[in-house]
């Protein structure tokens, strides 16, 4: 096989790649090349067009190729390609962190820059563990996270998170000391629930059952995503969230909200804590921060927590933790740009207006054959297909597959379709998106 698959690439030409999370012999006997972007589009190496229904990797918010910035990245880059932050520091590192605290929920207003949203993870769940150290609580060092988590793939990540496929290779090089709350998919009570579902709230009081039998003086933090994305889009049931918070404030245990994909938009909101008027100590964010053009995450902590660390000498390192590339300067000028793309189109807030046709539209697909449940939020939605028997996954692969043929990018987990298109969508852009979908379900068998 040594066929063109375009002007500069040959299929042999594959094989030095090691594809994260792909079936790599299957994607390299047939592969899906992306060539280039603009707004709601990608254009495959071929030249056809595919319409965006996931931001990418729910990252590219503001739709692709903003020449806005574009043009910041390229005059960062010739002013100063790199600085340290070491004992250094550079303005627009300043200006960025400030800009992010004054959209944050109130409080949490120090940011620490990291490269993605598995270092953000493992930064937040750091910071809590010596938080708590420096506060005099040395004990609380366990951490709580919960089944179907996703926060990324570190090895604090994978700990906290519970999706069985990143964690069961690394079984005995897992954190110590981490338990779980069940997750809150429920189909059998919430199928086919528009918005938050109804049913589960009381889920959230098996974190009472885990502090019962570890103690609160052993636990430093409980680390949920507000709506997880990547084990197939779950949904916090009303007043779930509400009462995580009443209950690790009852018991002196901070609360990490993962806001890796929901930060930026994604909820009608800059960031799903003010959607759902809950208040985290500690929040990671990645992905949107930049628009997914330069890799970056950040960190807010409350100020309680940040000042926690303000103590004993002043010529001492607070806190021993940090990134070469932490507050990259052309990632914080990616980042200011991306703000300043958000607030001058109104995109943080544009989900909370597109929510009501998106809600019509993803739950229309109710009904086509296999479907056994559609979920939506803002702009997240799910369709869930029943699985084959004994081939779970293949079938919302087949679908993913196909969609993509039809000029139509969609995610598959599981058995899961999930969407999360740029906040740039438009309306009849929604409607294009779901009515391939649907037509593509239709057809799979
Ligand atoms: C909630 C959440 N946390 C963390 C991550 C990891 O982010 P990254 O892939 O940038 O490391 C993701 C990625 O999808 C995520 O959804």
């Not at 043009?71 to 932050?85: C, F, G, K, N």
């Not at 090895?155 to 906290?160: K, N, T």
Request: glycine fraction near 10%; include cysteine.
């Amino acid at each position: 096989m040594n066929a063109k698959l375009s002007p500069d690439l040959a299929h042999e030409d594959l094989d030095a790649f090691w594809m994260p999370f792909t079936a790599n012999r299957q994607f390299k006997a047939n592969p899906r090349l992306l060539a280039r972007a603009s707004g709601m589009h990608y254009w495959t190496a071929e030249g056809r067009q595919v319409l965006d229904g996931v931001a990418g990797l729910w990252c590219v918010n503001a739709g692709h190729g903003r020449p806005e910035i574009t043009a910041a990245v390229t005059r960062q880059l010739s002013t100063m390609e790199y600085a340290p932050t070491f004992q250094m520091g550079h303005p627009i590192a300043f200006e960025l962190a400030s800009r992010l605290a004054a959209l944050a929920p109130p409080g949490l207003d120090r940011v620490f820059f990291t490269n993605s949203g598995s270092e953000s993870v493992d930064t937040a769940l750091k910071i809590a563990i010596a938080y708590q150290r420096a506060r005099g609580q040395s004990g609380k060092t366990r951490l709580i996270g919960r089944e179907k988590g996703y926060h990324g793939v570190g090895f604090g990540g994978i700990s906290v998170g519970g999706i069985v496929n990143n964690r069961k290779a690394f079984a005995t090089a897992m954190l110590p000391g981490v338990d779980h709350l069940p997750h809150t998919l429920d189909i059998a009570h919430n199928a086919y629930s528009r918005g938050l579902p109804h049913w589960g709230k009381h889920l959230a009081d098996d974190l009472e059952r885990l502090i019962a039998l570890h103690d609160a003086s052993t636990i430093a933090a409980v680390i949920v995503e507000p709506i997880s994305g990547s084990a197939g889009v779950i949904l916090p049931p009303v007043g779930y969230l509400q009462r995580l918070r009443e209950i690790c404030d009852k018991n002196d245990i901070l609360l990490i909200f993962d806001e890796v994909i929901t930060g930026f938009g994604r909820t009608g909101k800059p960031f799903a804590a003010q959607t759902f008027g809950v208040t985290p100590d500690i929040m990671t964010t990645a992905k949107g921060l930049t628009n997914g053009a330069i890799p970056m995450g950040a960190v807010f902590s409350h100020r309680k927590v940040h000042d926690a660390f303000m103590q004993g000498p002043e010529h001492l390192v607070e806190l021993f933790h940090g990134y070469t590339y932490s507050a990259h300067p052309v990632a914080c000028a990616a980042a200011l740009a991306t703000l300043d793309v958000y607030a001058s189109e109104g995109l943080l807030e544009r989900a909370a207006t597109l929510a009501p046709q998106w809600e019509d539209a993803v739950h229309s697909l109710a009904g086509l054959p296999h479907v056994v449940d559609v979920r939506n939020f803002g702009l997240i939605g799910a369709v869930e297909l029943e699985s084959r028997a004994g081939k779970p996954g293949t079938r919302a692969f087949d679908v993913f597959l196909r969609c993509f043929e039809r000029g139509i990018m969609v995610r598959q987990t599981g058995d899961t379709i999930a969407l999360s298109p740029p906040l740039i969508i438009a309306p009849q852009e929604i409607t294009r998106l779901v009515e391939v979908l649907g037509s593509v379900l239709r057809e799979t068998a």
